[in-house]
């Protein structure tokens, strides 16, 4: 950590030089790079376009950040995760707002010659509506988009890596003014004023914690990023900082000078290589820029931030465990009080917020309190990413206003419940799983439930961490419960013995209950089970261990009963108990299920309703996948 003062930036030149570098671009072309985009070829799909540029006579520009004329050239951007993961790599191009997915390398030639030449849309290339099957080419046709109200993704769309992007978007701009005309209790009261709840599950008031931690006496004190988001089916943390990072920083300066800590530890997941690159990438340029370091913008305020790359444990998500994994020690949550308000970071006191609710910090101090409050609810105000998994036509990363109904998300920006196959059906949902591991299900009667902290505490779930699985009529809810059972048995640290102990025995009996082994008494001992996990538990993943089962337990009784007593499972996807069947009256004897059968237990004549032989019978599902005429059932 250097002691050299930082030099004063200026931000409005740095906007400027931005905006003259773009002024006389010919077009601009932004491949989303998010971790999904990647995954599938994203930068492939950019590089073969700059080499069909190249072929065709025309420069393609990558990096902007060089003080070249790009006039009349094409620049070629990377973004962060454009959230609709299901139809990438995304491909948008400006200033036509040409929406274009699925895109592969093979498709750059065409792309070079009919739409960067002529300015023409490839129709093949697209977003089709999955229901009306209307081609919409701009984004602001895309139902997806459009019923959303992006505020912390807003920015994801800029190049990670150019901070002079950020700055030209009015980026840290809040950051000096809170350091240079606001006291730390002005902007405490900012935080409580604007109703900020923490985004990482619990929904504890932001302006509250910081305010604790500046009241706490200290010669030196911190902020922390959490960035450790380990549920399954998560993974907005992770995309705001690889598509916003310097939002991230800013947030963290703010609180840094709200809580009178001038260090800073972005604690992210090693699982998320690419959001830890661009987080040193961004703290990097910071400091060349003199946003970082000693003395900032002439205020006296020192601010140094380090990136630490988590222990790969679930767990480590939890505040006091986060703090023992960043001191070296392993990742093993501590009783409370002592808060780490208090005693926190090597025994300093320290303010510890999530990504999502950093990120927010500094729009509220741009915008102000009013407009921060005026989307959301009154306990719950401003806006909630959630990551929309599962059995919906429409999956990825969106943000919408708190009290935004489960209706609303699921059937018009997920665009509808979708079959086994992923084709939209018409059918209602039969279950989503809000919260992860610690949450619970809503079901078809909370449609019109508005999500928001305190109506979902109401209804037994919680915002958590954001993860929204939709799950369709045909999923088993014990397998659900089992699931996240084996994922918080799994990460369980072993500390304390209702957590260690506990969630190993309800994993045995959810095993007992779907292969057929439960007796009468296997539900009431699960009960059991699971409010003594509750109750006993340390920390807040064996508190919250036990909700998935308990939810589902309450919801869908009936069905755990048909596991135990009659010994089936109703959605045919617990394989120990599945009795497969042919329905003669829909069989038409094509023989297809006999052809598929590896082991010959199916038997019957051409055009003649067929028979399965249970005690020959695998349960593989050969013969159902084979069916055209939906005739078997019970597998």
């Known amino acids: 950590m250097t002691n050299i003062p930082a030099k004063t930036p200026d931000l409005e030149k740095i906007a400027a030089h931005y905006k003259q570098q773009v ?52 620049y070629f951007s990377k973004s962060g995760c454009q959230g609709f993961c299901q139809v990438g790599p995304i491909l948008r191009i400006e200033p036509e707002g040409i929406f274009y997915c699925h895109v592969k390398p093979e498709d750059a030639a065409e792309i070079v010659n009919v739409t960067l030449k002529t300015g023409e849309i490839i129709d093949r290339l697209v977003y089709v509506d999955p229901v009306s099957k209307k081609p919409r080419r701009h984004e602001d046709e895309i139902t997806f ?4 109200n992006r505020v912390v993704l807003k920015n994801c769309l800029i190049e990670p890596d150019n901070i002079e992007e950020y700055i030209y978007n009015e980026g840290y701009k809040a950051a000096r003014k809170a350091l240079t005309e606001m006291s730390a209790e002005q902007i405490c009261q900012k935080i409580i004023d604007a109703g900020l709840r923490g985004r990482g599950g619990g929904g504890f008031p932001t302006g509250l914690k910081w305010k604790f931690t500046l009241a706490s006496k200290g010669d030196k004190k911190y902020v922390i990023c959490n960035g450790d988001e380990g549920d399954p089916g ?58 970082l370091g000693n003395n900032l913008f002439q205020s006296g305020f020192n601010f140094h931030v380090r990136v630490v790359e988590g222990a790969g444990a679930f767990v480590c998500g939890e505040e006091t465990a986060l703090m023992a994994s960043i001191e070296g020690k392993r990742g093993m949550p501590s009783p409370k009080p002592p808060f780490p308000a208090e005693r926190g970071l090597y025994g300093k006191p320290t303010v510890i917020n999530n990504v999502e609710t950093l990120a927010s910090i500094p729009y509220i101090m741009r915008k102000g309190v009013e407009v921060y409050r005026s989307v959301g609810t009154e306990k719950s105000p401003g806006t909630k990413t959630f990551a929309l998994t599962g059995h919906v036509a429409n999956t990825g990363l969106i943000e ?18 979708t079959d086994n196959a992923g084709h939209v059906t018409g059918e209602d949902f039969k279950a989503v799983q809000i919260g992860g591991p610690s949450g619970g299900c809503l079901t078809p009667d909370l449609l019109d439930l508005p999500l928001d902290f305190d109506s979902l505490k109401g209804a037994g779930a919680m915002v958590g961490s954001g993860g929204l699985v939709v799950m369709n009529k045909q999923t088993c809810m014990v397998s659900i419960a089992r699931f996240f059972m084996q994922f918080t048995q799994n990460e369980s640290c072993g500390k304390c013995v209702p957590c260690r102990e506990g969630t190993k025995q309800m994993l045995f009996l959810l095993d007992d209950i779907i292969n057929g082994r439960a007796n009468e008494d296997t539900l009431e001992l699960l009960e059991q089970t699971a409010k003594a996990v509750q109750l006993g538990s340390l920390c807040g993943l064996g508190k919250t261990a036990p909700n998935p089962v308990l939810s589902t ?40 299920c006999v052809r598929k059968c590896p082991v010959g237990a199916i038997t019957g004549k051409v055009k003649e309703a067929h028979v399965i032989d249970a005690d020959k019978c695998i349960k593989c599902g050969a013969c159902k996948a084979a069916c055209r005429f939906n005739a078997i059932t019970g597998i």
Do not use: W
Request: charge should be negative; glycine fraction near 10%.
């Open 23 to 74: 002024a006389d671009l010919k077009r601009r072309v932004i491949i989303c790079g998010g971790t999904g985009c990647i995954a599938n070829g994203a930068l492939k799909v950019r590089d073969a376009i700059c080499a069909e540029m190249e072929k065709a006579g025309e420069k393609a520009v990558i990096d902007l950040m060089s003080h070249e004329d790009h006039s009349g050239e094409t």
């Open 145 to 148: 988009y459009t019923r959303q």
């Open 234 to 291: 998560a993974f907005m943390d992770r995309s705001v900082m690889e598509g916003n990072p310097h939002a991230v920083l800013e947030g963290m300066m703010i609180a840094g000078k709200a809580v009178g800590a001038d260090e800073g530890v972005v604690y992210v997941r090693t699982e998320y290589p690419l959001a830890v690159q661009r987080m040193r990438n961004a703290i990097k340029a910071a400091e060349e820029r003199g946003l």
């Open 400 to 417: 919408v206003p708190f009290g935004t109904t489960l209706r609303e998300i699921v059937y018009n920006i997920g665009g509808g419940v």
């Open 553 to 592: 337990l309450h919801n869908f009784r009936e069905e755990y009963e048909a596991h135990v007593y009659r010994k089936i499972c109703p959605t045919g996807e617990c394989k120990a108990l599945a009795r497969p069947e042919i329905d003669a009256a829909l069989c038409k004897g094509c023989t297809a």
